[in-house]
C-alpha cells in the first residue's frame, strides 16, 4: 500500500505542474484572443464605414437612373451569367447563417 500511495502522490504532482503550465498558457491565450478580436473589431468598423460611403456615393449618382425591367436583360449587358454567381450567392449565404 506504502508504494501505490508515492506512486499517487507522484502522479498528483505530475498533473499538479501540467495544470500551473496550462493556466499559465490560458493566460496569454485570452490575452491574445482579445486583441485578435479587438483587430476584427477595427476591420469590420473599416469596411461598414468604407462600403457605407462608396454604396451611398454610388446610390446618389444612380437615383436618376432607371432600372432595366429584365434583370436577365441586365445580366447581359454586364455580362455577369446568374447560373455562374448564384453558387458564390448560395455559399456566401449559407457561411453567413453558420456564424
Request: proline share 2%.
Amino acid at each position: 500500500m506504502g508504494f501505490q500511495t508515492v506512486a499517487i502522490q507522484q502522479r498528483a504532482s505530475e498533473i499538479q505542474t501540467v495544470l500551473a503550465a496550462v493556466k499559465t498558457e490560458f493566460g496569454t491565450y485570452q490575452k491574445m484572443l482579445r486583441q485578435a478580436q479587438k483587430q476584427l473589431g477595427t476591420v469590420s468598423r473599416t469596411v461598414d464605414t468604407l462600403v457605407g460611403t462608396r454604396t451611398r456615393a454610388m446610390e446618389r449618382k444612380l437615383r436618376s437612373i432607371t432600372e432595366l425591367e429584365d434583370p436577365a436583360e441586365a445580366e447581359r449587358i454586364i455580362g455577369v451569367d446568374a447560373l455562374e454567381a448564384a453558387p458564390a450567392l448560395d455559399e456566401a449565404t449559407a457561411s453567413a447563417e453558420e456564424d
